[in-house]
């Protein structure tokens, strides 16, 4: 089964992302944040990441850029309520960037992309 890891640190997106991407026929993890994620990545082996961008504490491209260091090959997809970070260097090392929305058919549509 595909599995996928929702890294966001609002709990009501989590929910929502997990109980959407559940129905779609996949297997949902969920961080918090940042706080231990390369590790919990080498464990739980996800086949993509859905990586929120603003977190307390946390800076979503900060952590793009030490996912891709060491899983190169991993898609990320980030998702911000901001479409301004798209402009940002550090977001050309995402797979796709999406605006958040609770319509997540775009963000389902670029999780079946990067998993084709």
Same mark, same amino acid.
């Given at each position: 089964?595909?599995? %996928?890891? !929702? ?5 009501? %997106?989590?929910?929502l992302y997990s109980e959407e991407l559940t129905e779609e026929g996949y ?22 990441? !859905?990586?929120? %961008? ?21 898609? %990320? ?36 992309? !990067?998993?084709?």
């Amino acid at each position: 089964m595909t599995k %996928i890891l !929702v890294v966001d640190d609002e709990a009501h %997106i989590r929910l929502l992302y997990s109980e959407e991407l559940t129905e779609e026929g996949y297997e949902v993890i969920t961080a918090e944040n940042g706080l231990n994620l390369l590790e919990r990545i080498d464990a739980e082996k996800p086949h993509v990441v !859905v990586l929120d %961008i603003k977190m307390v504490d946390y800076n979503g491209l900060d952590l793009l850029q030490d996912i891709r260091n060491k899983f190169y090959d991993l898609p %990320i997809i980030l998702c911000s309520a901001y479409d301004t970070f798209k402009d940002d260097m550090k977001s050309i090392a995402a797979d796709h960037y999406v605006v958040k929305s609770f319509d997540l058919s775009e963000l389902k549509q670029k999780i079946k992309e !990067v998993l084709d």
